[in-house]
């Protein structure tokens, strides 16, 4: 269809859900009426190639991917849909001719926060690859209803308040009333005759609702089904465990709070019940769906690792391996010690975390309570895993069960999410089940999609990169490379730097929207954005801050580079160390900021609630991007993959995909600093090894006793007494073993911004070098390497 007749079309039916689904006429609408009315006219062009999908999967049967996540931080999805459909200037258009302003309608969409942070964003971006690439694949989550909190500061400190995505309808979504599941939770368990039956004591319905997941030119859509859950009245309860099945009750308060909200702690297992019970719902629900959609056209479920391959987005849904157990021997009649390899040969673990206090353990009173089966079940695996290997590692251990271990011993495949972290899950964590299983863990580094991260957030670079190299590059990043022979053209350069302009004062007009500060585009952006915990250092950034305000004050005539320095992030609502960082960050930016002898030189903001839709707007929009944890504890990063690919340089450790990136950017296009993670474990050992520091160090001992003495907190000037405190007696982290040499770093980046041409050189480089970091590859690594997935679409 031509163009034209497309927007013809594309406005008539804008009209006709303005007026039939939303009961409004032009004259009466709002933003939202709009935003609607568009979103659904989309919706229904994106159904046809999604039942396309559906019906080639189940004609060749061929085997799925089944990706289960407790977070999918999927953002907006108006424009996302509008772009894989190639519509957005239809669209665009289309709004124009109703007077409306696409922009402002697409801003109109509330983020779907289904995630924390790195992890639920990764997930996201796996849905847009295996959609891309025509893999035939289900992500698997819950539906929550509050998504994570809105972040507020009232004077400087955060406070949170709910989110809200579905008080507004949801028109991504499709509810599937008659795919319901009963999970069931408590009760007992007798075992007559080598047959176990469960009797639990509470039990909810898990209800599907159903979201397209598009990929880039529409060639292929896929099913995101997210769980909810409702209470189990009125629901065929024989259906359920072949009639065995006795419900003692079927509290309502229990549906009413499982899939109510997202749990916003990624930094200690808290061992809560309800966050047990939200992962033993959504993955039950989840597993017997899949073994319902196998039974539909294949009878012996022996054969299921032929046809489903169950990933595991960390050890959060990784209850599935005795649930599929539960499940085959149980209700199908299957031995159990042949389940445990069938389930086995399903099932893969990726690990995204070496913190240990990250690392999900239950108390075993807690766990056999309220999932007496398959406590049961996991101490046969155990058992098992004793037996075949002669080891002494143990599941349960020390009152604990242990979901790391249980992962690991019921996967294939165990992987890392960059080579560093990989080589250190080998070392540490899993070290020992490494020693029994030595082929089991592999690599397959992070990726981020490049339509979200290039293509529709940085309009700009797009249009650029379209009219050098062509248009195959959005699902073919390795083209990017092309880009590299212009690095050196003034007429390039000048396009490039044109570029990052327009899309910096993108940045300052929306800024300049929610805070009174006046921003020079010329100035470098200086961001770091990601949620806040003490490995990844935003102190140290704004230590560095302070010493670069002081060495100003003193020196005030030297022509000194002029740095914004933006922070992003949430900290989890009982990480108090985190929220105090928080509170910091904003008593000193308070302080600088209202400096008029330093101003020109040096500004530092912290806008409220970063979320993926503001993330769209900084990544864009930076000069330079801050990657600067303690080596050896960010597993991977992408924020650092989004930075690069849109043309910042990286100030960064030799820590997570970091290493990567640096190999594929160059080494003399990234800045380095730090130590090591071999150096930082050395440093641990040394005795008062930050006290040292300190005194070895002028400007960092100044700015800590500016922070100690109340600088930056006249009204309260014992504020930070307790952090400066940390920071001499127990700097776990080494913010001061590796802040002389960030600094020093820092003012390396100061020069070299200074040169304009040089410093657009060393962006265009990182952007022509970054195609290795699209997520399309990691996902063609998985299905390789793990899945034995194929693509399912002819080009
Ligand atoms: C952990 C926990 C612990 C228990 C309670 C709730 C909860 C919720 C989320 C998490 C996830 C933390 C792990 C995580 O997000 N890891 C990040 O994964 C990214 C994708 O692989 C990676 O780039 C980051 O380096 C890594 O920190």
Redesign the pocket.
Known sequence: MNTKIFQIKLKQEVLRHLKYSLGKDQGHATPYDWRMSLSLALRDIVVDPWFDSTRKTYDSNAKRVYYLSMEFLIGRLIEDVAINLGFEDVARETMREFGQDYDAIVANEPDAALG????GR?AACFLDSLATLGIPAHGYGIRYEHGLFEQHFENGAQVETAEGWLAQRNVWEFERPEVAYIIAFGGHVSETDGRAVWYPAETVKAQAYDAPALGWQARWCNTLRLWSAKPTRAFDLESFNRGDFLAASAPEALARTISRVL?P??T???GKEL?LKQEYFFTSASIQDLIRRYRSTNDDLRDLPKKAAIQLN?THPAIAGPELVRLLTDIHGIEIHESIDIARKCLGYTN??LLPE?L?RWPEHLFARILPRHYRIIEIIQDQHLKDTGSDIRIIKDGNVNMGELAFIMATHVNG?SALHTELVKETVFGDLHKVYPKRIINET?GITPRRWLYDCNKPLRNLINSTIGIEWPDDLEQLERLAPYADDAAFQEEFHKAKLENKRRFINWLSDIRDIQIDPNAMLDIQVKRIHEYKRQLMNLIEAVAYWNEIKENPTKDWTPRVKVFGGKAAPGYEVAKKIIHLINDVATVINNDSATKDYLQIVFPENYNVSMAEILMPAADLSEQISTAGK?????GNMKFALNGALTIGTLD?ANVEIRDHVGAENFFLFGLTAEEVEERRHQPEYSRRAIEASPRLYRVLNQIASGVFSPDEPHRYGSIVQMMYESDYFLVTCDFDDYFDTQRKVDKAYLDTKEWTRKTILNTANMGWFSSDRTIKGYAKDIWGAKSLYER
């Open positions: 924390n942070g790195g992890l990764l749990y702690d990624d200690t297992d808290t966050r960390d995204h975390t990250a999900e999410v992070n960010e597993a991977s990063g992408t997570g």
